[in-house]
């Protein structure tokens, strides 16, 4: 039996013969170490846990946590610029979120902001700089950037699947553009409008193989790397010059 089936098989268990209430939220994840090899295309994973009765469930996945950038182009004498930019601070590189209903249904916009569970206001309370001046609103700048995120699959919202109304499993997809790094699963229970709780796990993401090696030494000596890429790239565009030349 997989070890999947062996966690999904003690979840129900659980669920069925205990006579207790369960008082936190109880789940787990299918694979909580992955690995990014040369060949990486994406990676699933089931996040599967207990309904409590009369509570709605959010479940939430975010991190590693970087500075972002968008940027907007003006045409200028014939040719295309990025003239505006603004860069949002430490906001998750990845955005996944479902939830059992409609979150705005069962929790207050204030909650919503202060715990960072909606797209839409997640760059609420998050400080920018912008290297331009203007009195027009920036949602329009806030709205592109979700909508880009959202493009490359690395904002995305889920369905949580109800099984008897006693569990529920999301299937999550991490694209192949996931950067290594802890992401945090969140899962909260929400009952009149409060959140009753809420339990954290962690899925790491690696880097393995050469890949690992060359992203340790890039990281660890910046400028040894910087130096060695121009080395390659000179020594690289010589060798195709010489080649060119005898053929």
Known sequence: MS??????????LLCLFSNAVVAEAYFDISEDNIKIETDFTGKEVIIFGILNDNQETIMTIKGP????VIQKKERILGFW???????????????????????????PASTIIKEELSFNY????????????SDISLDTWEDNF??????K???KEYNIEKI??????????????????EYKVNVYQIKNNLILNNKEKIITLKKSGVGSQIYNFAHKNAAAYGLFAIIFAVLSGFLAATLFRRS
């Open 146 to 151: 979700v909508r880009i995120k959202k493009s």
């Open 65 to 68: 946590e970087k500075n972002a």
């Open 3 to 12: 070890k999947r089936k062996i966690k999904l098989t003690a979840v129900i």
């Open 122 to 133: 997640l760059l609420e309370n998050k400080t920018s700089q912008r290297n331009f001046i």
């Open 164 to 181: 008897d109304n006693k569990l529920f499993q999301t299937r999550i997809f991490f694209p192949a553009k996931s950067i290594p790094g």
């Open 81 to 107: 610029f990025n003239t505006k930019q603004i860069t949002y601070n430490q906001i998750p590189s990845i955005f996944f979120i479902a939830s059992s209903k409609d979150i705005e249904n069962i929790l």
């Open 153 to 155: 699959n690395l904002f």
